[in-house]
């Protein structure tokens, strides 16, 4: 099953969902739709909603789902990602996001971080007027926990230091927390039992860990034209991802510290240019590449096997899809 035929089983729910997302982001305020509207217009991957609404139909199979919670859930687990990447943008000093321009480079650093915390007290507002208190337990801990994972990445950067434990907390904490609240808080407005909903999150858990060491992987590996960013993107920043950490600790001598010195160094005024291509040669030489990889693909397995507690259907069966489709992806 490749990805169109997964989105095309809720092609009418994405629909939908687009459509929540264009109104909730309306704003009086000229500035707040202006930023929105761009934030919009950028499109991207869709992913989260994606894994709500298929966690949402998986957890009722054999039932239908009725009303449209599971559409506001998928618009404002959106909302909260957009957020994160509007501050991310402005914290990373970064100008190009899906090959456009981003948010602070067109409209400054202020008005990014207040439409960030406006898109974020949007999807709060959503999640009350849901009226579930389960709902909103669940994603008030886990922007919470994302926060922390923000600052732990900051901690991190220029650390050549950091170890692969620091770094994969970072990931479960950044990227895996809002995978794991997606697809249990779909499950909770599902009517799932607690063992359904436990098995959807521990789902979202691994699947988001596997789709973020495959983002670390494509920073090296990847087509600049179809992923919208230039390659070597976190190196330039100090990121110390599972490919470099992986070549660190293989390294001697000159790499080694080649590469120390690159991820210091990073964002120095006065600082040369990286020598890119060599430490990619490092990585290449140390396995950072495929090693990553295979802990990708650890993580892909654990999520598929988290969805043997769910009933058979042909969305279960999309989600497990959904898992070995992203450690295979080339954006």
């Known amino acids: ?125 959503m999640m009350a007027a849901i009226g579930v208190q389960q709902v909103m337990e669940i994603m008030s801990e886990a922007t919470n926990v994302i926060a922390e994972g923000e600052v732990l990445q900051l901690m991190n950067a220029q650390d050549p230091d950091t170890t692969e434990e620091r770094y994969l907390e970072v990931i479960h904490r950044k990227t895996a927390k809002l995978f794991e609240a997606g697809a249990e808080v779909a499950a909770v407005l599902a009517g799932a039992n607690k063992e359904v909903q436990d098995a959807l999150a521990i789902y979202g858990r691994h699947l988001g860990a596997a789709f973020q060491l495959i983002d670390d992987v494509l920073d090296y590996r990847s087509d600049p034209a179809n992923r919208g960013k230039n390659l070597g993107e976190d190196l330039a920043e100090g990121k110390m991802t599972l490919p470099l950490i992986h070549a660190l600790r293989q390294a001697g001598g000159a790499e080694r510290e080649l590469i120390r010195t690159a991820i210091t160094d990073a964002g120095a005024e006065d600082a040369p240019e990286p020598d890119f291509a060599r430490i990619i040669g490092c990585i290449d030489a140390a396995g950072g590449i495929e090693y990553t990889r295979e802990r990708a693909q650890a993580q892909s397995q654990a999520a598929v096997a988290a969805l043997a507690a769910i009933p058979a259907s042909r969305y279960r069966d999309a989600l497990a899809a959904l898992a070995e489709a992203a450690v295979g992806r080339d954006r």
């Open 1 to 125: 099953m490749i990805l169109e035929d997964i989105r095309g089983l809720v092609a009418q729910d994405l629909v939908a969902v687009d459509g929540v997302i264009r109104r909730r982001l309306d704003s009086a305020v000229p500035l707040v739709s202006s930023v929105a509207e761009h934030i919009v217009a950028g499109g991207g991957k869709r992913l989260r909603p994606l894994i709500v609404l298929l966690s949402a139909h998986a957890a009722a199979a054999p039932r239908q789902l009725s009303g449209d919670h599971h559409h506001e859930a998928a618009a404002f687990i959106e909302f909260i990602h957009t957020a994160t990447l509007l501050h991310d943008d402005v914290v990373d000093h970064s100008s190009m996001r899906r090959g456009r321009e981003t948010a602070n480079a067109l409209f400054g650093n202020e008005a990014s971080v207040l439409v960030g915390d406006f898109v974020y007290s949007r999807a709060f507002q």
